[in-house]
């Protein structure tokens, strides 16, 4: 009823209401617009894949975040790519000389094996489409332009469970860091040798503070996730409790003990997982794309492109200096009315476009134009098509709609009970004025005093405070004088009226009416002081200010019991009996 009553209001078509439930449906539109089988077909993929580990180099030239000309770059990872497929250049000697990958470059851009779901989508595609042995074709990341080299492919190995002892290579010593190191490590062996249990060699020797509390054990893991060497020795130990001779990375030197090693899980177990790793890589915009385009496609999408270039080249024309440098108004491209595409049916012109643009770039339209025009229309594109779909998910996607309508009926129903109940009360000051007069008994203090909390840090400010207080020096000028730069905090004063049920920091019998307590030290060293104009050992009434929290929420009880009722009311509730009883039985 209270819905029907809303929407008698017309409450649904406030300007505010449809803003939120605008906001509310891309919101919620992101996750259903996607193509579900694209999204089970590229979990497939990911999991064939992750059933073979590929070794891979590469080559990347770097493009600057900055920069919005990539020819340059382009341009050297071709010269790269083609010297390299020719047989004019070994790869790794030119990944050491021209790779712009600080990790890798050093070692002849040897990435060490990789399996699926660990890389940048594009790069996992060129490392598993290559041929061993093969260079790929430079692709492109947000890292840059890259060339892949395939190594070689295996089984997947799984992953393994270890423990291990770190032994410290202390850099800054040089060469006597290496020296110090190894003759710990031969007192490692030295203790294995003897039986020594891995676990109390772990607690006396191990500098890995992150393993060494749950003896030496790390997480489980499998390739591409750690240093080469550490996983080379990892994953070559055979059996559980066989210890690896000791391994030499950048950390220090490393004993390996093997605890576990576990095969490539099933598919289903592995569902939720996958679903969420392919939703959050470069996977998720191939099936975004895809249902994109069968969006498109199902609404007879056509563009014009003569009309598209017109209407960008207008806008790169906009100049880049002088009173109107760099500024798009939209105001200026209304008599541009031709098609820039068909969509259901609908002509969107190049004045549409415009005002797409304006309103995204707030007017500011500067850098290489006709490059940031074409990123414009591809985003108004996107944005008109996404929107006719959002609209029409109500009618496709059940729980899409109950969605919908459950938001709607709240924001409905709150608009509805602010402005019947919750606004009215707080704002009908003649109607909460005879509510408390009509209930002023319920308002009342409980035996108290009305006064000042005087709370001073220490005891020299408790001295300094009460000399103060006896030359009768406002509260005011007390605050001001105590609290300085370098001891902000020195005094605290609190005024109003307290009540003895929840002020017990004082006893009861030491406040006196027109009096002041002598000081009382508390457990932290500070001190507290009361006075007290007047005492009330009997309820006093709250005045209508004091009492004004208290009484605008029983106010606002009562309205709206009032107006549950007026309600009921307006909408009577029939019961069908029949179909009650047969629900009931």
Do not use: C
């Not at 070994?90 to 990958?101: I, Y």
């Not at 200096?321 to 049916?345: E, S």
């Not at 035996?447 to 300094?464: I, L, N, T």
């Amino acid at each position: 009823m209270k819905v029907k009553e809303a929407e008698l209001q017309k409450i649904d078509t406030m300007a505010s209401i449809q803003q939120d439930l605008d906001n509310y449906r891309r919101q919620i539109a992101k996750g259903y617009l996607t193509d579900e089988q694209v999204v089970n077909k590229l979990m497939m993929e990911a999991y064939d894949r992750m059933k073979q580990e590929v070794h891979v180099a590469h080559i990347v030239i770097a493009v600057p975040n900055t920069s919005n000309d990539t020819t340059a770059a382009y341009a050297r990872i071709d010269s790269v790519y083609k010297a390299l497929t020719k047989g004019k250049a070994d790869f790794a000697a030119v990944a050491k000389s021209v790779s712009d990958d600080k990790g890798t470059k050093d070692n002849g851009g040897d990435v060490g094996y990789i399996t699926s779901l660990q890389t940048i989508y594009a790069f996992e595609n060129a490392a598993y489409n290559t041929p061993v042995g093969k260079i790929s074709e430079p692709f492109r990341t947000q890292l840059g332009y890259h060339i892949v080299k395939v190594l070689d492919k295996r089984a997947a190995q799984g992953e393994v469970k270890v423990a291990q002892v770190l032994i410290e290579v202390k850099k800054s010593q040089g060469d006597e860091g290496v020296s110090q190191a190894r003759k710990r490590v031969d007192s490692v062996q030295a203790d294995l040798k003897k039986g020594v249990s891995f676990d109390d060699i772990v607690a006396k020797y191990s500098d890995d503070r992150f393993t060494k509390k749950d003896n030496g054990v790390m997480p489980a893991f499998g390739v591409g996730k750690m240093d080469a060497a550490f996983e080379k020795a990892a994953f070559g130990l055979k059996n559980p409790g066989d210890v690896s001779a000791p391994v030499q990375t950048d950390y220090g030197f490393h004993i390996i003990k093997l605890i576990s090693k576990t095969t490539l899980k099933p598919y289903d177990s592995l569902k939720t997982y996958l679903t969420r790793k392919v939703n959050n890589d470069g996977r998720a915009q191939v099936a975004k794309e895809a249902f994109f385009n069968k969006i498109k496609s199902k609404n007879g999408f056509k563009e014009y492109q003569a009309n598209i270039d017109e209407v960008i080249n207008q806008m790169a024309a906009i100049p880049d200096t002088g009173k109107n440098a760099n500024k798009l108004d939209a105001n200026t491209f209304k008599g541009m009315t031709k098609p820039v595409f068909t969509l259901g049916g609908t002509n969107y012109t190049q004045a549409d476009f415009v005002a797409y643009a304006d309103r995204l770039t707030n007017g500011r339209f500067s850098g290489p134009k006709k490059a940031v025009g074409n990123d414009l229309y591809k985003l108004f594109v996107t944005a008109t098509v996404n929107d006719i779909e959002e609209h029409r998910l109500a009618e496709t996607q059940p729980e899409f709609k109950a969605l919908m309508t459950e938001y709607k009926d709240g924001i409905m129903l709150f608009e509805l009970m602010d402005r019947s109940v919750w606004g009215k009360a707080s704002k009908d000051t003649t109607g909460l004025k005879k509510f408390y007069e009509s209930h002023k008994d319920n308002y009342k203090w409980d035996p108290g005093f009305v006064g000042s909390v005087y709370r001073f840090r220490d005891e020299e400010q408790m001295k300094k405070g009460t000399e103060l207080m006896k030359k009768s020096t406002s509260d005011e000028d007390i605050l001001k004088q105590m609290n300085k730069a370098s001891v902000p905090d020195a005094a605290l004063i609190q005024k109003g009226h307290f009540e003895f049920s929840k002020f017990n920091e004082v006893p009861q019998s030491a406040i006196k009416s027109k009096s002041t307590t002598q000081p009382i030290k508390n457990a932290d060293g500070s001190y507290i002081v009361v006075k007290a104009d007047e005492v009330f050992t009997a309820p006093t009434p709250k005045s209508m200010n004091d009492a004004r929290g208290y009484v605008i929420a029983e106010y606002q009880d009562y309205l709206e019991k009032e107006w549950n009722a007026e309600m009921r009311k307006k909408y009577p509730v029939k019961v069908e009996e029949g179909t009650f009883k047969t629900m009931v039985k």
